[in-house]
Each structure stands twice: as C-alpha cells, then as structure tokens.
C-alpha cells in the first residue's frame, strides 16, 4: 500500500473533508488528495518558493505561511491532518501539537509521518554513508517522544501503522540527489565522507537492494 491508501484506510475523505498537509513543501501529496478524494485541500509552509511551486500545481489549493507556532486557521477547521517528513525540522514539538489540535476537528485525526529510528539503521544508502545513521537518529524524534509531545498538546495516540521500504534502486535521479545534495542531511556529512561515498554509490549505479526493514512509520493521534 502507498501512503494515501494508508490514509484512505483510517479516514473517510470526501468531497465534504478538510484536509490540512502541515509542511506541504511543493504540495505533492495535496495534488494526489485533491485529484483522489476531491477534498478542499489546505497546505501550511513557511517557504515562499515552495508555496507558490505548489500553486503551480493546482491552483485550487488553499495555502498559508504558517510554522509550528502559527497555523493560520480558525479552531476546529480540519478533518484530517498529516505530516510527512517533518517533524525532524520542528524546534519545539509540544508547540506544534498545541496548535495541531486547536485546528483540528473535535472528531478529526492526524497522521505523523516519519521514520523510527530502527527504520532509519536500515536504510539502504547507510553502507555508502555510514555517519549518517547518527546524525539522523540524532535529527529524528523517537516514536515515543512524538506520541509524549503529542500529549502534552492534548492529543491521545491512536495506533501506529508501518509502510515497508519497497524494493530501491541506485538509479540516476537518486545519484543526482545525493551529488547535489537535494537531501539535507548529506550537507552534514564531513567532505570527505562524502566524496568518499558518492564514488561509491555511482559506481554501484543500477544496483538493486530488495525491501527491507527500512521505510515509513505512521503515528495516529486524536484529540481528547
């Protein structure tokens, strides 16, 4: 299963939801909401840039400058709320649940998507970059110090769900990522970590890694 059918499996989207992506970045999963579910679809993103690529993308997209401090909606907007990629870059997460469930709906649910420590010691690219496993587990908030934030903010955890690493390929798109460092945790690797592994990883261009315990770990919370 993809994320969305993730979604699909624990909340009834319809023409009627409202749904919130909290870090939308260039609004790829919106786009796919919107053209699945028909959803009014809403996007919270501090950066400009990325806001107005999302725009781009459907114009029918509702978005707002917002951080985890200021979610510029009234209380009890939202049906459904998620995250992907996020939490990792948030300063303060009990601040940001506050405001998570000040928008939320009274029987609305949110959705953290992220990557458990486990999941992330089993990445793939780990062997070509080797520090990396440290620095993200070190960047990355423990499951259970989400579900802990989460509560003080007044949301109760609902379940956790996992989506495996699906079958990976060293591939050019993935090369050129890494080598422009569009994955901002290759800006923290030393220089020479860094070269070191990415003649590494272009030699191995084409190899194939089958799934593993790598992937995504969804965390589902609700308001009290």
Known sequence: QNLLDQFATRVALTEESRVLDFGCGTGNYLVQIRE???CACYGVEPSAGMRAA??????SLILAE???QNIPFESGSFDFIYMTDVIHHVPEMGQM?????????PNGQICVVTES???ITARFYNRYFPSLVGVETGRYPAIASIIAAAATGGLHFQGRETIPQKER???DTFITNVREKN??????????EFSTGLAALEADADRRFPPGAAGQTLVWLARG
């Open 169 to 171: 390929v060293v591939d």
């Open 54 to 59: 999302a725009a781009e993308k459907d114009d």
């Open 117 to 119: 420590h486990p999941q």
């Open 66 to 68: 917002g951080d985890h």
């Open 36 to 38: 699945r579910f028909g």
């Open 97 to 105: 649940f506050t405001e998570l469930a000040r928008v939320l709906a």
């Open 183 to 192: 994955y901002s945790m290759f800006r923290l690797l030393s220089d020479t």
